[in-house]
């Protein structure tokens, strides 16, 4: 299947069904092409391009079911144009970034929600997503990010996998 535009909430999205990469003239605000491949499969995940604001760069995003919803047959109602805004009700939006430890250093690429704009959810329910992950995957340390996943093994992410310096995920009580 092929990006298929549709309307979400009054927006006009590209939505990226399984498989669909990412290729676009126009450049993309927080898109990195390691992520897109890393993601195009998931099973819990897909991704979106959008225009936040009319004269704002294409951003993308990473929606996100933690609900058991059948992703395969969402992809197929999106490309019949059958997909009703119900369909989405209970996604939150992420973005793909780097992110570090502040226990044990590890760097990992993580898909963390975008808890500060609602795209298709009210704060509350970002909020209270039940699959956060909660903790560094190397040391099990607690950290405060809302982290919806990881991309790919933390011990195959080199620093100069993030093309910026990473944000950091503040450790309770450091």
């Given amino acids: 299947m092929e990006a298929v535009e549709i309307k979400l909430n009054e927006r006009d999205v590209r939505y990226l069904p399984a498989g669909a990469l990412i290729i ?13 491949e890393a993601l195009a499969e998931h099973p819990r995940l897909r991704r979106i391009v959008l225009r936040i604001m009319p004269h ?15 992703l395969t047959a969402l992809d ?6 059958l997909a009703i805004r119900e369909d ?3 996604a939150v939006a992420g973005e793909a970034l780097g992110m570090t430890c502040l226990n044990c250093s590890t760097p ?3 898909v963390k ?5 609602p795209i298709f959810t009210l704060k509350e329910m970002r909020m209270k997503h039940p699959t956060y992950r909660h903790h560094c995957p190397t040391c099990g340390t607690p950290w ?9 093994d933390p011990a195959e992410q080199p620093r ?6 990473p944000v950091h995920a503040f450790a309770p009580g450091k």
């Fill in 24 to 36: 676009d003239s126009e450049e993309i605000d927080n898109y990195n092409s390691s992520d897109d």
């Fill in 56 to 70: 704002w760069p294409l951003t993308c995003f990473y929606l996100h079911w933690s609900d058991g919803t059948d």
């Fill in 76 to 81: 197929e109602r999106v490309a019949a144009r």
């Fill in 88 to 90: 989405f009700r209970d």
């Fill in 108 to 110: 990992v690429r993580v």
């Fill in 113 to 117: 929600a975008v808890t500060d704009m």
């Fill in 144 to 152: 405060m990010a809302h982290v919806l996943e990881f991309i790919g």
């Fill in 160 to 165: 100069s996998a993030y093309g910026e310096e």
